[in-house]
Every structure is written in structure tokens, then in C-alpha cells.
């Protein structure tokens, strides 16, 4: 899990495509692989700064960024990936969901690579399909219902021609001003049940004044899995050290149950450079885009309106997902009295439902590739994967050694 994990840097596999296309020079020489490939992006007429490609050959991985990910679907034209190899390319190597169709340049780009169409026909086709959406919203044309991300990406590939793809972008327009649309509605759905609510908040406030712990009837009100969970190992007493002034429906307090560490060492933005995703003892892809309190204000508050100038990437959001996701699964059974209605945690059911989850949402499913989701694939094989998982990130912040 560490820094030191064998985990294959980006540039292993890019080589290996490399040699694949006629690259003949050392594994090892950076200046070497970047001239090659180079000298492949001006054969398919698209521009890149030779210090990007040295980068890539140098770095672990091109950074999960909108701007990165239109350079990753360049760098699959560059290669000529078909529709297959560049999903393949995004899911095994960049670590990252290949196309969000709801964005109209990366919708362009899945009908190109499906139709065997290169990057000149798919930048000649954006501007048509741009045009399109900017008179929809001009004169606010009828549009068919909304569609879910991953039914817009079966509906594009089995077009046929360019004036089918233009038709349907007009017919579709709205879709295409949609983000997220599907996973934000499930973020929404695991927060409610994890998040402290108000109710919770004036219960404890009460027990607070008296300094009396919970009945058992009163734990059965407690609405928040965070807070049934702390009420489980904790009293009154303890919330004085805990909580220092913060709600039980805060998302400080969220992050605090289930990570099981002090959000002083976990995020402080007076002294960003102790924060958790500079110091802790992880994979740098895993502490990448690690979900905080500002990833949840970037995420969940978005509007519409807004949705498209605050672009939170799709990497952030996806571990969103999968620790929420991961906590509501194990903790359920822990924490509800009637568990006659709670099916039992196993590392199979875990696996299948985040899968099943995150298919549905058009996210890559859990790979041993991806440093974060091996955090919690080892930990749901323990016995308690809870503690496991807490284990390890107690261990990133103050563990000793690499």
C-alpha cells in the first residue's frame, strides 16, 4: 500500500505499446521513447509538447485531470486504438473511466474510436456537434428525456454514420448538459443513510446538558450509521475530545467515523502542507484525489449551472463512491439491531455490489491495478474490514518507516 508497492508506473506499459508500434531503442531512456513517440503524434497531426511526453516516461501516471484525460483520448488516436483498445487503455492502464458521453467531445470521440474514424474526422465532427448544442440552447429546442450516462454510450456506438450521431446529439441535446448524473444520484442515497442528521444532533444535545449516556431506545432513533456506530464504543463523555464543537451532521464528523482519525491529521487547511494528501504513507495514486471535506463541497454542491465550470474529476468521484460505498456495506450489519434485514458482509457480496454499483454509474469497476481500490479489496478479505482498512490509514499518518 506504501509508496514502495510494485505497482507498474505508467510508462511500463506505454513502452511496451511503443515496441508493439516499432520502437526499438532502450526500455530506459526517457529522451529516446519521448522523440519516438513524438514523431507519432505529428504523423496523426496532433500537437503535444515533447516535455508532456518526457514527463509521462517519468512520472507514475499522467495526473486524473480534464485537460489529461482529452490527452489521454488523443494519446489513443496517436495509437490507433479501436473503440476496445482505447476502453482497455483507460481501465488497465490510465486507471480511469474511458468515456463520460455526457461530455459532447468525449461522446465525439467514443463514436470515432467505434467507428474506426481518426483524430482529424473526430475534431471535424466536435465542431459540427458544438454548433448543434450551442443553437439547442439558443432557441431551447424540445429534447427527448434525459439518459443515464451508461445507456447514452450503447446508444452512440451502435450509430452507424455521421449524420446519425449529429441527429441524435440534437434529438439529445439536454443529456449532453447533464455530469454525473447517475453517481451523484447514488452518492446522495449513501450519505443520507451515513451522514448525522439534525434529529441526531438535538437527541445529543440533550445528553450533552445531563451528561447521561443512551438508552437502547434512544440508540434506535439515531438515524446516521456514523452516529450509531459511535454510540456503539462511545458515550456522552467522549464527544467532549471527539467532536470539539462539531455537529454530528457534519461532514467533519462523517470523515472522522469512518476513517477513524483526527481531521487535524487529516485536513488542515491553515497548514496544508501536513495535510493527509501530502503526507500520508500511501501510493500516490491512492492519496490522489483522496475524498476530504473539500472534495465533498466540490462534488455535492454543484448545480447545473455550474456543473461544467467546476469540474471535479472523475477519479474524485469515483473514490467517493467506493469508500462511502465500502462503509455502508460493512458497517450496516454492525450497527442495526434488526439484522434480520441485513444480508451478511462477505468479501464475494462486497465485491460484486461496489462492481455492480459502479457498472451501472459507467465507472470502472474494482481493479488490484488501482493502488486505492486495493485498499479496500485487502481490507474486505479480513474478518473485519472496517478495522483493517483504519488500520492502514492510522498507519499512513503516524506509522514509522516507508
Not at 281 to 295: D, G, I, M, W, Y
Not at 344 to 353: K, L, R
Amino acid at each position: 500500500m506504501t509508496n514502495t508497492d510494485p505497482i507498474q508506473p505508467f510508462y511500463v506499459p506505454l513502452t511496451e505499446i511503443l515496441k508493439d508500434r516499432g520502437y526499438t531503442g532502450d526500455d530506459h531512456d526517457v529522451s529516446a521513447r519521448a522523440f519516438f513517440l513524438h514523431n507519432m503524434y505529428e504523423k496523426a497531426q496532433i500537437h503535444i509538447d515533447e516535455k508532456t511526453l518526457k514527463n509521462w516516461f517519468c512520472e507514475d501516471s499522467p495526473k486524473f485531470k480534464t485537460f489529461t484525460r482529452r490527452k489521454m483520448h488523443e494519446l489513443c488516436f496517436v495509437l490507433e486504438f479501436n473503440y476496445d483498445q482505447a476502453r482497455d487503455f483507460f481501465d488497465r492502464i490510465y486507471l480511469c473511466r474511458s468515456f463520460n458521453c455526457r461530455n459532447i467531445r468525449e461522446a465525439v470521440y467514443c463514436f470515432c474510436f467505434s467507428k474506426g474514424k481518426n483524430y482529424t474526422q473526430a475534431s471535424s465532427l466536435l465542431k459540427q456537434a458544438e454548433k448543434i448544442l450551442e443553437d439547442a440552447h439558443k432557441h431551447s429546442k424540445a429534447s427527448a428525456p434525459i439518459r443515464f450516462t451508461n445507456a447514452m454510450e450503447e446508444d452512440i456506438i451502435q450509430l452507424y454514420s455521421d449524420r446519425e450521431f449529429l441527429n441524435y446529439v440534437a434529438d439529445n441535446w439536454e443529456s449532453f448538459c447533464e455530469y454525473n448524473r447517475t453517481i451523484m444520484r447514488e452518492l446522495n442515497v449513501l450519505i443520507n443513510m451515513i451522514k448525522g442528521t439534525k434529529q441526531d444532533d438535538a437527541l445529543i444535545n440533550l445528553h450533552r446538558k445531563t451528561g447521561a449516556n443512551l438508552s437502547d431506545s434512544e440508540y434506535e432513533k439515531l438515524q446516521g450509521l456514523v452516529v450509531r456506530e459511535y454510540f456503539l464504543y462511545h458515550d456522552i463523555l467522549d464527544l467532549k475530545r471527539d467532536l470539539k464543537g462539531r455537529r454530528l451532521s457534519s461532514t467533519d464528523f462523517m470523515l472522522f467515523q469512518i476513517l477513524n482519525i483526527p481531521m487535524s491529521e487529516y485536513y488542515n487547511p491553515e497548514t496544508p502542507g501536513q495535510s493527509f494528501a501530502k503526507n500520508a504513507r500511501l501510493h500516490e495514486l491512492a492519496k490522489r484525489n483522496f475524498p476530504s471535506k473539500h472534495t465533498f463541497s466540490n462534488i455535492l454542491k454543484k448545480t447545473e449551472k455550474t456543473s461544467q465550470k467546476t469540474a471535479t474529476s472523475f477519479d474524485g468521484v469515483r473514490k467517493l463512491f467506493i469508500l462511502l460505498h465500502f462503509y455502508v456495506y460493512f458497517v450496516s450489519e454492525k450497527v442495526m439491531k434488526d439484522r434480520a434485514h441485513v444480508p451478511p458482509a462477505t468479501y464475494g457480496g462486497y465485491v460484486d455490489d461496489a462492481n455492480d454499483q459502479l457498472t451501472i454509474c459507467n465507472y470502472n469497476p474494482l481493479s488490484k491495478r488501482n493502488p486505492y481500490d486495493l485498499l479496500f479489496l485487502e481490507s474486505a478479505k479480513t474478518d473485519q474490514p472496517l478495522d483493517t482498512f483504519r488500520e492502514i490509514i492510522s498507519d499512513a499518518v503516524y506509522g514509522d518507516g516507508e
